[in-house]
């Protein structure tokens, strides 16, 4: 039998947005909105986003989450184990959060990967110089 926890966590989708109006930091709450971008219901987007603060509160204070914590978790986000472990696994896979040591932790591949395929694009596909990017 295969359980949810260990599906893969290599990759994920995330929609991007092309109007300028639907930019992350044009709204009221960046990390709803980027959540809503992982996952289609708003639901799962709002566990999502409470699922990331969790951990960055956490980590914050010096006591990062624990795997092994996750009954707490799912009682504390009101959602079943296999849900929790979809959510949880599409955020590994996008790069949001990472697991080391046994503990959930932000991470900052997600931030890379998008900077990199920007790059790719810009020079790549545009043929303008990076330092351009910013203008």
């Known amino acids: 039998m295969s359980y949810v926890k260990d599906a893969p966590k290599t990759s994920t989708t995330i929609v991007v947005r092309s109007d300028s109006h639907g930019r992350i930091t044009q709204t009221r709450d960046p990390f709803y909105s980027l959540m809503r971008r992982l996952f289609q219901e708003d639901a799962t987007a709002e566990r999502g986003k409470e699922f990331i603060l969790m951990i960055e509160e956490r980590q914050r204070n010096g006591n990062p989450l624990k795997t092994s914590e996750w009954k707490d978790i799912i ?33 900052g591949q997600f931030s890379k990967e998008l900077m990199d395929m920007a790059k790719w694009w810009w020079t790549a596909v545009l043929g303008d110089n990076p330092e351009n990017m910013d203008k």
């Open 75 to 107: 009682k504390e986000l009101d959602i079943g184990r296999a849900s929790f472990y979809s959510m949880r696994n599409k955020l590994l896979g996008a790069g949001l959060i990472t697991t080391r040591n046994q503990e959930y932790r932000l991470s």
